[in-house]
């Protein structure tokens, strides 16, 4: 025990603290001047070299994550995550190779990356056994070419076959299906392959990528692919000896949600929302075609980041008192709204009490000469096309559209049944380069989308929890680029085998199939969906008009639905 006086200075010190902390939290609003000058505060911070672009699970993100927390702090808001103010989860970065990656052809024995390396379709294992050529592993009648065919007794061998295809670089040649290594990996499994070794003999067409970031689900046995002496040995020599082995660790790394909130001990909580992370050195997602170089990322989303903080801020001290407010900056929105999809499937308040929810990305290069705010998720709740024409001002046209379905965070919230607004200052020639710097940022035009969005908080406030509207979302479907569309939202977070749906629209084949939100899509038709990739190739096999059969898991029971696209 402490002596008495050690306490009585301690209790003392801590009260004085406490006084102090509370006085450096402002109860005056800020003017527009002061509010300028926060907001290039906050965009010149985390939009600086220091914070490294702010990539998703880096030492620039945590910098980034700090500083939120530590503005949060000072503007006055309490914190709502699952750590204090944070809210962590888990993604795949990627992966390295185990000492079990290995390739023994006859007495040579090969090094990884520089010789051969593991495909993100391999599965683990090691394997010795004889080699079978399959040329390119295509077998197709109809198309004239089979690779297989007078191959006998080549079940439990090691197939060698080029990744490539007879047509070249001709990406639209008739075996332009059999480009597909997952097609190729399938056949050869049925026939009996221990393990495929790829190799590509035609200079003019593109190695096989060795891109683990991407989620693709393994097969169950070992695919390599090889060059150089390795593919010379196997391809054109007498091989008496293979051994192939393949030890893939997904690497995992750790990313963070800020949540601060304002509780005004109301029934509802309006959310607001702006991603912080960005592309880091560009290495995925860039659209700079150079050496790879910090992406600050100022518009996308410092800009954003900037105003959640201050608006936090703002509301907090003279916001309309119907609603609490709950101010997210979420984390992994590059990567695939993995923040957002994290957040509304492990939520801190009650998703069913959120009344609506705002999404900030992008809103500090609002065009001089042309200033217009792009406004979606319209449709989402018959309140806000009243709204619209009212937060209209003589300064900037809104164009707005209806659907709640987008390329950023307020997606995730929509899926959930709660209606939502994006706002977005548009696209520029800045867009994910190195360029998208501080000094570019419009901050007149900033401030007048950050006012914009208080008034709709106001003129929300007597509205009471806003009616939910489902809207079409043709323009943002599943797969547009193909003649066909399921009519769904997928997890793009999902990370098991199959395609999870995160969301259904209203009168398109899977709603009148029967499928629904959280069903893993396994097979269409003929074809195996493991992941992504493979579920839009599916999808590529279809015509307007044609019936197939789906094939879902749906918690434990798998189900086969009709379904006529």
Not at 270 to 294: M, N, T
Request: hydrophobic content about 35%.
């Amino acid at each position: 025990m402490k002596p008495i006086r050690f306490l009585t200075l301690f209790f003392t010190a801590l009260a004085l603290a406490a006084n102090f902390s509370c006085s450096t939290v402002s109860k005056t609003p800020l003017t527009e001047a002061q509010l300028e000058t926060k907001l290039r505060e906050h965009i010149s911070t985390l939009a600086s070299d220091a914070y490294e672009g702010r990539e998703a699970g880096s030492a620039g993100e945590i910098k980034a994550r700090d500083y939120i927390v530590k503005a949060f702090k000072s503007a006055g808001l309490k914190p709502k995550g699952e750590k204090g103010f944070l809210q962590p989860f888990t993604f795949t970065a990627g992966a390295t190779f185990g000492p079990g990656t290995q390739l023994y052809v006859n007495n040579y024995s090969f090094k990884v990356n520089d010789d051969f390396t593991p495909l993100p379709y391999s599965g683990n294992g090691v394997i010795t056994g004889y080699v079978a050529r399959l040329g390119y592993g295509i077998d197709d009648n109809k198309l004239g070419r089979e690779d297989y065919k007078g191959k006998l007794n080549i079940a439990k061998k090691i197939f060698v076959m080029e990744s490539g295809t007879p047509d070249g670089a001709n990406p639209h040649g008739k075996f332009g299906e059999w480009s597909d290594l997952r097609k190729k990996l399938d056949i050869a499994i049925q026939r009996g392959a221990t393990a495929v070794i790829f190799i590509n003999s035609d200079t003019a067409q593109a190695d096989p990528k060795a891109d683990f970031d991407h989620r693709i689900s393994p097969v169950s046995i070992p695919v390599l692919f090889a060059k150089g002496k390795a593919a010379e040995l196997l391809r054109d020599s007498i091989v008496t000896n293979c051994t192939v082995g393949a030890e893939v660790i997904k690497v995992t790394k750790d990313a963070y949600n800020v949540c601060g909130y304002i509780d005004n001990g109301a029934a509802t909580t309006v959310v607001i929302g702006a991603h912080y992370d960005h592309l880091g050195y560009g290495h995925e997602g860039s659209l700079y075609r150079g050496e790879p170089a910090i992406h600050n990322g100022a518009d996308d989303n410092a800009s954003g980041t900037a105003a959640l903080i201050e608006l936090g801020r703002d509301l907090r001290i003279r916001g309309p008192k119907h609603n609490n407010y709950l101010l997210l900056a979420f984390s992994g929105e590059e990567k695939g709204l993995l923040g957002s999809n994290y957040y509304v499937k492990h939520p801190t308040v009650d998703l069913t009490k959120v009344n609506y929810m705002l999404n900030m990305d992008m809103v500090g290069r609002l065009k001089k000469d042309e200033p217009v705010l792009i406004l979606s998720g319209t449709g989402t709740s018959p309140r806000w096309k009243t709204l619209v024409d009212s937060i209209e001002t003589d300064q900037v046209e809104i164009k707005a559209t209806e659907s709640g379905v987008g390329p950023s965070d307020h997606t995730s919230f929509y899926l959930q049944n709660i209606p939502v607004l994006h706002f977005f200052s548009g696209t520029h020639a800045d867009y994910h380069k190195p360029s998208d710097d501080e000094d570019k940022i419009n901050y007149p035009g900033a401030l007048t989308i950050i006012g914009m969005i208080r008034k709709t908080i106001a003129l929300a406030d007597g509205s009471g929890k806003l009616v939910f509207t489902k809207t079409k979302d043709e323009s943002n479907e599943d797969a547009p680029k193909f003649k066909v569309t399921l009519g769904v939202v997928p997890d793009y977070a999902f990370d098991g085998e199959g395609m999870r749906i995160d969301g259904v629209s209203d009168g398109k084949p899977a709603q009148k199939a029967g499928l629904l939100a959280g069903d893993v899509v396994v097979q269409i038709g003929d074809y195996k969906v493991v992941d992504m990739m493979s579920y839009m190739k599916a999808l590529g096999k279809f015509t307007k008009g044609e019936t197939t059969t789906v094939k879902v898991k749906r918690g434990a029971e798998m189900l086969e639905k009709s379904i006529t696209f």
